[in-house]
């Protein structure tokens, strides 16, 4: 298993839908997990931490299953600001400063 | 935002040239490091700083060195740039505890081309 696998999409929706990524991961260590979004031609931004079975946030669901090693994002009522890219971000087991970025799904939201 | 500036925001160089991008934070955090994201790899980590003057390698170092003579500088040099170097590379500073449980925040990015 790849150290951290998202699927590439894209990812086609229309307005309003829900939509759901997940990401896997090979570390059965990592406590924590992020999602970013990134913008095109943007940095990367802090969507949402993930330390426990899972965090709310609005529209945003973010839920970790440890058994089965992956966590995945959730985006109801999809609006059109919400097309971007998400990567998936684990630390991995080694030495500080080690974060393992998943390659990131494109979401787009159409009218 | 977090206050990461990164300069140059864009430059174009030619192979065989040294170039050297420099990151500034106002956050005085302790972690700093280099990215770069390509096409098909994502985010892959160059360097990083623990600190004034500790930094160690990270996933793709080779050809590139840093130097972190104060917290909130952290430079990225390219001694002698290769068109494999193109990339857009990005700053990012991390709090002052252990990396799990801290999130990192990037700065706006440089886009390097090297022809």
């Known amino acids: 298993r790849k150290e951290v696998e998202q699927d590439p999409g894209p990812f086609n929706v229309p307005e309003g839908a829900t939509v759901a990524f997940n990401c896997t991961y090979s570390?059965?260590?990592?406590?924590?997990f992020f999602w970013y979004r990134q913008d095109c031609r943007k940095e990367p931004k802090l969507l949402m931490s993930v330390y426990s079975s899972g965090n709310e946030d609005g529209r945003f669901t973010a839920q970790l299953n440890r058994a089965s090693q992956y966590i995945s994002l959730l985006i109801r009522d999809s609006k059109l600001s919400d097309s971007a890219t998400y990567l998936c971000v684990v630390p991995s087991g080694g030495s500080q400063g080690n974060l393992i970025f998943g390659k990131g799904t494109k979401l787009s939201v159409k009218p | 935002d977090a206050g990461i500036t990164q300069s140059p925001r864009h430059k174009v160089t030619e192979t065989g040239t040294p170039v050297t991008l420099r990151c500034h934070q106002t956050e005085n955090h302790r972690y700093m490091y280099w990215y770069r994201q390509d096409p098909g790899h994502g985010l892959r980590l160059i360097h990083y700083?623990?600190?004034?003057?500790?930094?160690d390698k990270g996933e793709v170092s080779d050809g590139y060195s840093v130097s972190r003579s104060k917290t909130e500088d952290f430079l990225l040099t390219l001694e002698s740039a290769t068109s494999s170097q193109t990339s857009v590379y990005f700053c990012?500073?991390?709090?002052?505890?252990?990396?799990?449980?801290?999130?990192?925040?990037f700065g706006e990015g440089s886009w390097l081309t090297v022809v």
């Open positions: 700083s623990y600190g004034v003057k500790d930094t």
């Open positions: 570390n059965s260590a990592s406590q924590s």
């Open positions: 990012a500073i991390s709090g002052p505890g252990s990396l799990s449980g801290n999130t990192i925040y």
